[in-house]
């Protein structure tokens, strides 16, 4: 274990670029969307499926990246992971047609799949327990700031080039991982051999995908009293229920749920969920709103999101390291406190609020996430016995996308539902955008009144 802890540097470089490219392809297409559009000859809802279809695999194929660590080695599922991401890479940058433009993002999505919980598996067995708090905030930093740059550097690129060339400057990153990874990358466990339970991973996939898809359709058809979207979140729904029960009847279960039996585990995972769900339909409700209310370029709707991202991706570092030294109890409350107050402000947003203001809401927006993800997660992580981090790390990535795809699709739902009811669609477009933030606005104070629950685990619990 010390020669893991010498090299472990080297060991997670590879994969927090690879993890950062994964999360930036998530959403630097958004900003392409009507270029990818007018140049296919679809509509809007069909394209919003090149980011909803990223997100579905996300949430169907993370749940199995627990049987994949325990029945793979660390070098060769990180080798797996690139090579999709890189064939994903190529195929888009290629695409002659919307079709194989969805095709090369499922195996983007895939690559991006294994990358997230295998690093965070990673980093749990070669950090001690008192140092993991700087190393989740380099986690923190890939995770916030990579989706939050994205539409930045699309729109500087789409300034000058096509909407191709958006994943032409990714691949040498992509080449430059693999081959540093698998320079650098040891076996962090054990192989065991294990079988994968087709049920399990039948009913999870219907179960994560139906919710997913259903409260996605929301979005394109603009309302939830659909049968379409009762039927799609309901199968979901019960297939999740049937996967649960088989988790607790199987000798190995695909996802051991037991993980729920740690209180700060479930207490952090909770907090977590309602901050993706907030920030993820913020990050794109603020585009839209600047384009098309105050008729931004772009380039400059990318430019005025930059220094939120900025800001956060050096305070997730900080935050990292104050964990370290105070933990989460008072970071936790303090960041939601900053994200209610950005959110009341974003919340009153109209074409009349100049552009300094929003900066600074989403600068403070951000400021408050740094303080939450990360020790939210690594406090709830830290309290899992060591044979569960696998699992913990598999169910909290995959809660992660479903709750950032419904926040986002629920988002885009209420704003359209909000700006059907206007006759002026400019007004009808700002009143749907300030009910979509409000509704974030509800969701962020559920979880502040939760934050006062969280107590520090014990350095030794489960080591």
């Given amino acids: 274990m010390s020669n893991l802890y010498e090299k472990r540097n080297k060991i997670v470089i590879p994969f927090l670029i690879s993890a950062f490219i994964g999360l930036f392809n998530e959403t630097a297409l958004n900003m392409a969307f009507v270029e990818i559009g007018k140049g296919f000859g679809i509509e809007p809802s069909t394209v919003q499926w090149l980011t909803t279809g990223y997100l579905l695999i996300l949430g169907v194929f993370v749940p199995v990246s627990s049987f994949l660590m325990q029945r793979f080695t660390t070098r060769q599922l990180f080798g ?4 999709l991401s890189i064939i994903g890479t190529l195929i888009a940058a290629f695409a002659p047609s919307f079709s194989v433009l969805l095709i090369a993002r499922i195996f983007q999505a895939l690559g991006t799949a294994i990358i997230l919980p295998l690093m965070m598996t990673v980093i749990l067995m070669v950090y001690p327990v008192e140092k993991r708090g700087a190393a989740m905030g380099k986690i923190g930093l890939v995770i916030v700031f990579a989706p939050a740059i994205g539409p930045t550097l699309a729109g500087v690129i789409l300034e000058t080039f096509t909407w191709h060339f958006i994943f032409w400057v990714t691949i040498p990153f992509l080449l430059i991982a693999l081959f540093v990874g698998l320079k650098f990358i040891v076996n962090v466990s054990e192989v ?3 079988k994968l339970d087709v049920l ?3 009913l999870s996939t219907i179960g994560f995908g139906g919710v997913v ?6 979005g394109d058809l603009g309302t939830f009293m659909t049968t379409e979207v009762y039927v799609a979140v309901g199968i979901g729904l019960v297939a999740l229920l049937l996967f649960a029960i088989r988790q607790f009847k ?10 729920f039996k740690y209180p700060m585990y479930t207490l952090g995972l909770l907090i977590i969920l309602a901050v993706m769900m907030t920030l993820l339909s913020v990050m794109v409700l603020l585009p839209i709103y600047l384009q098309n209310a105050l008729l931004l370029a772009p380039m400059m709707a990318g430019l005025l999101l930059l220094p939120g991202g900025v800001i956060n991706a050096l305070l997730s570092v900080v935050a990292g390291n104050l964990f370290d030294k105070y933990g989460p109890k008072l970071m936790v409350p303090v ?14 947003i109209g074409t009349d609020t100049s552009n300094l203001t929003i900066i600074i809401m989403h600068i403070l927006l951000l400021i408050g996430l740094s303080f939450i993800m990360m020790p ?3 406090n709830g992580l830290n309290q899992l016995p060591r044979e569960l981090y696998t699992d913990g790390t598999a169910i909290m990535n995959t809660l992660q996308q479903v709750a950032g795809a419904i926040g986002t699709a629920i988002a885009v739902t209420v704003m359209s539902i909000t700006a059907n009811g206007y006759d002026n669609p400019l007004t009808g477009l700002v009143e749907g955008v300030q009910n979509s933030i409000l509704l974030g606005l509800i969701i962020s104070v559920a979880a502040f009144v939760l934050s006062f629950f969280i107590k520090r685990v014990s350095t030794v619990q489960g080591h």
């Fill in 80 to 83: 797996a992971s690139l090579s």
């Fill in 192 to 194: 065991q051999p294990t």
């Fill in 200 to 202: 399990s991973f039948i």
């Fill in 213 to 218: 898809y259903g409260f996605s359709i929301s």
């Fill in 250 to 259: 199987l000798e190995t279960p695909m996802l051991n749920l037991k993980v």
């Fill in 335 to 348: 960041g939601l406190g900053l994200t209610i107050i950005s959110l009341i402000f974003l919340s009153m």
């Fill in 376 to 378: 939210a997660q690594t």
